[in-house]
Every structure is written in structure tokens, then in C-alpha cells.
């Protein structure tokens, strides 16, 4: 059974056009991750969430925000989608806050800006 | 500013030989060195977690070294299979709580 997931699996967006995606686990774990991840590029950070203690990495843009309303939801809004925010977006947990730790990834959702 | 290098970006072998993946990295100072496979279009999986105390992890056909005095971890995967066919990224966790990951190394385990 799938223990993190992500909604939806591809997401069409409008150059500009607000965008939602989603991340639900059933692990419990205290920590959410937010990769981004470009065509044969490692992941990158965006933010991680510590229970509810936001941690914005340094160079991840002002367009993207994340919400966590509860352990289970983590949510990653982009406000004004442009063509480079075209990639795979990935959540993770790990109970764990010294890195990634044991983590475990959703299956990733394929953004497309067009 | 920890740097992941991966090294092949590529690599192609034929069915049943046994391989061996290479991830660098440049601060030693790191609390877990983690692989991962990504099958195409698809999230990661984690395979092995060494810890900066251990030397290897091993799982059936995959093993994985930590050398952190040289900055080096390698992950050998012994009688490979089609269904290795994959790519796999190393990830640094260092004591201030960051991960950084390689660009990883893209398999192709021919029949």
C-alpha cells in the first residue's frame, strides 16, 4: 500500500496560473520534504516541514509556498507558474530531522507550464 | 557547501555482470549516505542507509561502502538484471540536516 502519495500525478498549469500540488502519508512521520526535480538533475530542496516548523531553503524562489495543515497533508502552492518551474515535484518523510534519514519518497507528480 | 559528484552519468552492461556505481562528495562531515533507485518518471526508492559510523550496507544482490576519510561511497550490485535497469542517486545527509543528492547514474542492464 502506498504510504506517501502524491495528487495528481501530472498537472497541466497555465504560464501564470496558481497551481496546487498535494502530499498525503500514512506513516506519521514528523518530517514532509518538497523536492524539486529537473530532467536528469538531482532533486533539490525546496522546503521541509518539522512537525509544524516551516524550513525554507535559501535559493528556493519566492513563488513557492507550502502549507501543512496537519502530519498527514503537505501541500506546495506555486503562484505564478513559469516555464523554468516545468519538472517533477517530489514529497518525502522521515521520522527523522538529521536529513533525509530512512525517507520515503510519493511517486512524484510531472508538472507541465504551458 | 557539500558537492555530490556521480560517476559513470551512464552505464550499459550486459545481463549477469556484476557492476559498480561511484558517488564523491567533498564535506566528510556527513551523517547518513543514503542510495537510491528512479525507475523513469516515478519517485525513489531507498535501497541502502549507511550511517557515518558503518562501513557497508547490504541488501541481496546490492552492497554499498562508505569511505568517509576519501569522500567516497559506492554501491555494487552483483549478478545484475534487466530489472536493475534504472537510475540511481547517492544522498549526502550532513550533520546541519541537509541532503544533497547526485545527478545519479543512469543503468541499462541488457538481456
Known amino acids: 500500500d502506498a504510504m506517501v502519495i502524491q495528487n495528481p500525478r501530472y498537472q497541466v498549469t497555465q504560464f501564470g496560473k496558481p497551481v496546487t500540488l498535494s502530499c498525503s502519508q500514512t506513516l506519521n512521520h514528523n518530517v514532509m520534504y518538497w523536492y524539486q526535480q529537473k530532467s536528469s538533475q538531482a532533486p533539490k530542496l525546496l522546503f521541509h516541514y518539522y512537525d509544524k516548523d516551516f524550513n525554507n531553503e535559501a535559493d528556493t524562489p519566492d513563488n513557492f509556498q507550502s502549507r501543512r495543515p496537519n502530519t498527514s497533508f503537505c501541500f506546495l502552492d506555486i503562484r505564478s507558474p513559469g516555464l523554468g518551474d516545468a519538472a517533477m515535484y517530489l514529497c518525502?518523510?522521515?521520522?527523522?530531522?538529521?536529513?533525509?534519514?530512512?525517507?520515503?519518497f510519493g511517486q512524484g507528480t510531472r508538472l507541465t507550464v504551458v | 557547501k557539500q558537492e555530490v559528484t556521480q560517476i559513470p552519468a551512464a552505464l550499459s552492461v550486459p545481463e549477469g555482470e556484476n557492476l559498480v556505481l561511484n558517488c564523491s562528495f567533498t564535506?566528510?562531515?556527513?551523517?547518513?549516505l543514503q542510495w537510491f533507485r528512479q525507475d523513469p518518471g516515478k519517485g525513489l526508492t531507498s535501497l541502502l542507509l549507511i550511517q557515518s559510523s558503518q562501513r557497508e550496507q547490504t541488501s541481496g544482490r546490492l552492497n554499498a561502502s562508505l569511505d568517509k576519510s576519501s569522500g567516497r561511497s559506492t554501491l555494487y550490485i552483483a549478478a545484475s538484471q534487466p530489472g536493475d535497469s534504472a537510475t540511481y542517486l547517492c544522498a549526502a545527509d550532513t550533520n546541519a540536516g541537509k541532503s544533497t543528492f547526485g545527478d545519479g547514474t543512469t543503468l541499462t542492464v541488457k538481456p
Open positions: 564535506d566528510s562531515a556527513i551523517y547518513n
Open positions: 518525502a518523510t522521515s521520522r527523522e530531522g538529521t536529513g533525509l534519514g530512512e525517507a520515503f
